[in-house]
């Protein structure tokens, strides 16, 4: 399989549990980007990798949100003491350097009871 | 702060009609403008646009960039059921070098077709 994949695919937890999730990103796309997506809206930028290194993190990445990409390969995306407004669509998208198009995961849908 | 406006927000028609999905922007250091569909799963990407003026097609759908109006056009032809998604537009923004590279999304055009 060539695209991006996601896991999990979905993910119900009770308020102030952590949760991570995993993004595997097309081999050789050294650029791996999250957004978030709630109902109605485009897709809001989180954060982006090249290769191993965070180089940008959005406002809506409070201090609770860390994402990780170990070997600038896969990526993590945790989120501590979650909150029901963290409730949303996880998306992980990936390219083969700055400037290509991006190409998104299934997704991971959060919902926080 | 960088702006991506879709219009219009929702619209239904018939089978074989033709559409025309608009999107606008205000951004700092534009670098291309791209075009996803997505139903009910992860955008899948249709078109990159960087060069103001020139078509990309691809079967039934086409899409333009006019930098001087900041704004691009995405056009369907002969709509089919299948065609029914949301488009997203989404602009790329980021310095020559790739630093602060992201995309910003519009809320997107729900595209219905009827049979």
């Known amino acids: 399989d060539t695209g991006v994949s996601q896991d999990p695919r979905h993910k119900i937890t009770k308020r102030g549990q952590n949760v991570t999730f995993r993004c595997d990103p097309i081999?050789?796309?050294?650029?791996l980007y999250w957004y978030r997506q709630t109902l109605g809206q485009g897709p809001e930028f989180l954060t982006y990798?090249?290769?191993?290194?965070?180089?940008?993190k959005s406002r809506l990445l409070s201090d609770r949100f860390s994402a990780e990409r170990p070997k600038g390969s896969f990526s993590t995306l945790e989120i501590q003491r979650t909150e029901q407004g963290d409730s949303a669509m996880y998306l992980c998208?990936?390219?083969?350097?700055?400037?290509?198009?991006?190409?998104f995961g299934p997704g991971t849908r959060l919902t926080v009871t | 702060e960088d702006k991506v406006v879709q219009s219009p927000l929702s619209l239904v028609v018939h089978e074989g009609d033709t559409v025309t999905l608009n999107c606008s922007y205000e951004?700092?250091?534009?670098?291309?403008l791209l075009w996803y569909k997505q139903e009910k799963k992860a955008p899948t990407f249709l078109f990159m646009l960087?060069?103001?003026?020139i078509e990309k097609k691809s079967g039934r759908l086409s899409s333009i960039l006019d930098k001087k109006e900041l704004s691009s056009i995405l056009n369907i032809t002969a709509t089919q059921t299948g065609d029914s998604a949301i488009y997203l537009c989404?602009?790329?923004?980021?310095?020559?070098?790739?630093?602060?590279?992201?995309?910003?999304f519009g809320k997107g055009i729900t595209l219905s077709v009827r049979p």
């Open positions: 998208a990936s390219s083969l350097t700055f400037f290509y198009e991006q190409y």
């Open positions: 081999s050789e796309h050294n650029r």
């Open positions: 990798f090249q290769n191993e290194a965070q180089l940008e």
């Open positions: 951004v700092t250091n534009f670098r291309s």
């Open positions: 960087t060069s103001s003026g």
């Open positions: 989404a602009v790329e923004t980021g310095g020559y070098t790739g630093a602060n590279s992201k995309l910003t």
